[in-house]
């Protein structure tokens, strides 16, 4: 079972560049032109500056937080590198469709993941002695997320016993509501760049 983590983005260092070269000699078709590489080394830059400073202004002025995608269960929705906006809403105004963002740790069909951060749409809301819980899946996956079986107990779905996601697990919905707001690939440079980590 595949799973979509989404990891902060201003935690993360560039400090490794892309690098692009058309011709041998690695220059411009202008006299006098920069080398393609440093062109290109600068233009990287300026991208990464720019997309940092929006970052840090969307998180101060609004309460935003940005997040990396890291995996395919969201496909084709979001993919890996994808960036996408997130905020804290109360959990009594998330609509099926939306996609959240919650911290899971537990048996993953057959994979133990331990504070994981999982991006998946709700499928299904429903309350369990008075908790709220939220019914996930990634666009891509078959079944439903194993969800929190001691807080949220389990639901017919479909034919199927599934168990939810508590209200107070839910960080964050994304923007963007069924459609969520991404700007592809940009995050793609702090996933190549972030430390190993277990089998996620």
Known sequence: MRTAHVRPVISR?????PVLITNKRGYGNVPGAMPLRRTSAITWAAVIIAVVIVVTTLHI??????VVVDGN???????TGDLVLMVKENPTTISVGDVIVYKYTGSFYG???YNVYIIHRVVYIYYNNGVLCFVTKGDNNPLPDPGFPQYCGYVNLNGTNVSGVPYWKVVGVVLGGRTPIAIPFI????????????PT
């Open 13 to 17: 260092a560039t400090s490794k560049l």
């Open 61 to 66: 002025a609004l309460g935003l937080d940005v």
């Open 73 to 79: 269960s969201m496909l084709p929705t979001l993919q």
């Open 111 to 113: 994979v133990y993941l």
């Open 187 to 198: 995050g793609s440079l702090s996933i190549a760049l972030r430390p190993p980590s277990g």
